[in-house]
């Protein structure tokens, strides 16, 4: 192992001459190397495997901060990562006694950038800002992919089908009528309905005040075309991988909500691959992301016959077997108590 950082030293030309370190390893790492200030007072022979220990914290190689002089200060990674370790100590000396229990690992896990939001399991939620993407030319061209008359949006559908949430497969049917859903399931344990009726969210005989907003904002969610999609009124544009296909991705905070949402189209088809909606909490935002496949044609539309839903709870499958484009809609199914 000791062999293996002093060969890396060497190898990336920290010092102008070819000091043989071994001799030197003792030494505070402020005699041996040109330009520490982090490490002051620490070993000589205690920088290297530091390094190390960062590059694999970040998933990054040696370069992402240094030039090839290891010294030059030019890259901003350095500065910035100079800060980290300061933050790192403070942290724990302030709640650890001193022993490294949050570290570089602890944060990053193998990636530049920390997820300030849970992991969503099997999920990469990262996508790249991109100023190419130009967020109307991409909803236009979904708006196109879907098809049917720009004269009649549609307004509403109805969707009939299974939902599959923990192993457990129960026959579902749905309305969504604008900003209004009602979605009835018959589990085991009997028939269970949810819904929204523009003020209050209900679960069985259970009405949630507007100011949850996770829940409707994730049952809206499951809207399945463009004139339903909820509005972010100043989007900006990024690209993603999605299942190994690229994505053009149009994203933002939605109208009236601190809900951050992200819609992944398939650079191809226009079409609409994944809605991803982070909704924050006083400590942070959980992800809700929906999955869309299964392209029909259903009544002149394309139309996803299957949703699959993934969150930090885990995840719903929804099959829809049949679906229904605005149909003729009794108001009062949007209650909870009928
Ligand atoms: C995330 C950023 C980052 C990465 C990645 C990184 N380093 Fe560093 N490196 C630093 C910082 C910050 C310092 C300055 C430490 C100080 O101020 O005491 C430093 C200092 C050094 C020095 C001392 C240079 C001098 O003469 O002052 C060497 C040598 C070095 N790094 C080698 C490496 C090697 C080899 C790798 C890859 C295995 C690597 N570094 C990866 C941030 C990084
Ligand atoms: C308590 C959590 C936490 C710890 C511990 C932590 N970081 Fe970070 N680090 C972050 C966050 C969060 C960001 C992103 C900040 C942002 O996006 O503005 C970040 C950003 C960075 C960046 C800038 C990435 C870029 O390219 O913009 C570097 C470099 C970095 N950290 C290095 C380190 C190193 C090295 C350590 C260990 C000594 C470390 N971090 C420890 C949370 C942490």
Redesign the pocket.
Known sequence: MRLNYVL??LS?T??GSSVAMTHQEDKP?EQV????????GSKASD??PA??F??AS?G???D???TQD??SDEKE??????EM?AMQKDINERHFNGRNVVTCASCHGGHTHPLPVPPVTGVDVRARRSADVKPADVLAAYTKAVGGDPGKPISAVSLSGTITEQGEKSPTEAVYNGANYVIKTKGAKGEMKEGFNGQAAFIGTMTIPLQFAGQHVRERAYTVSPDQLPQIPTPTGATATLNGKPMLVVRGQLANESTQASYFFDKDSGLLMRAMYSYPTILGSIVQINDFSDYRKVDGVELPMTIASHSPEGETLRHYTSIHVNPKIDPSIFSAAK
């Open positions: 890396a030293a990336c920290a010092f790492a190397f040109k330009n520490i200030v982090s490490f002051k920088v290297i390094m190390e960062i590059s970040l990054v190689k040696c992402y901060c240094h290891r010294a990674q350095k500065g910035t990562a100079r370790i």
